[in-house]
């Protein structure tokens, strides 16, 4: 009877919130680089996949590099190599990207660039042509990734 008694003394207590763990937030807005400047977080976690917001080429000045899609994509991949390192991932863990062009006919050339940073397995990935992108760059990329 005892035994009993404490079972649902138990039950009821994590019925009404008592002891219960704490649960882990359904998302996490992560700022690796501390509040954000911007209306947007850099990355979301969402239980082991991370959500990386589109990244263009720039710098850490905050300018666009020069050069044209090979630097822009180059530069665009390096961030974003740098957010999944400080969120505890890496370009080894992407699983999908969503590559957005300026300019279609640069599809080819981005692909060099784009290539080198996937030598194994290659993400899932979706491209297409826009009308406009932030600061005039020539190509932005988001990625999703999974993190422990």
Do not use: H
């Amino acid at each position: 009877m005892r035994l009993l008694l404490s079972a649902l003394v138990a039950l009821s207590m994590l019925a009404c919130g008592g002891s219960r763990p704490a649960a882990r937030p359904l998302a996490e807005f992560l700022t690796p680089y501390g509040p954000p400047t911007r209306p947007f977080s850099p990355a979301v976690r969402v239980g082991n996949l991370l959500i990386l917001s589109g990244a263009i080429g720039t710098t850490s000045t905050g300018a666009l590099v020069p050069g044209g899609i090979g630097p822009e994509t180059r530069q665009a991949l390096d961030n974003i190599r740098d957010v999944l390192q400080r969120t505890g991932s890496s370009m080894e863990r992407v699983v999908k990207c969503t590559v957005m062009l300026a300019d279609m006919r640069e599809w080819e050339s981005m692909n060099v660039v784009y290539a080198s940073y996937f030598p194994g397995n290659k993400p899932a990935r979706s491209s297409f042509g826009v009308t406009g992108l932030a600061l005039g760059a020539r190509v932005e990329i988001e990625c999703w990734a999974t993190v422990d």
